[in-house]
């Protein structure tokens, strides 16, 4: 326990973080979040969307958006939270069941009042 500036007590959990990359128009998000939020039980989930990217694909093409054309390719990302063991059964299952490719995990501190 660590004790903040106004003296409230904050309590540090180790957790692992796992952040999935993927594209706008694949089917993945519906899927990943109801494997997250309904079988797994993840604790938090957040989706972000790029603006620009590129991953480890063969063609190594940037996906982006602009005035003129409007991709339906653009970068998504989904981070997720909570106890390690269960972070690393959720990438199991996602992984089997989806064929993500692009997953990334690691330790994390969750400070929580």
């Known amino acids: 326990m660590v004790r903040d500036a106004h003296w409230k007590t904050t309590m540090k959990k180790t957790v692992s973080c796992a952040r999935i990359f993927t594209l706008e128009g694949h ?6 979040l109801q494997i997250l939020h309904d079988e797994e039980n993840i604790t ?8 620009a990217g590129y991953g480890d694909s063969d063609s190594r093409e940037v996906h982006s958006a602009n005035l003129l054309t409007l ?4 970068p998504l990302i989904v981070d997720f939270y909570d106890e390690s ?4 059964h959720a990438i199991e299952v996602l992984q089997q069941r989806l064929n993500l490719d692009h997953i990334v995990s690691w ?3 969750l400070h929580s009042r």
């Open 71 to 74: 991709s339906l390719e653009l």
């Open 44 to 51: 938090g989930v957040t989706i972000s969307r790029g603006i």
């Open 107 to 109: 330790p994390a501190a």
């Open 85 to 88: 063991e269960k972070v690393l």
């Open 27 to 32: 089917d993945h998000l519906d899927q990943i």
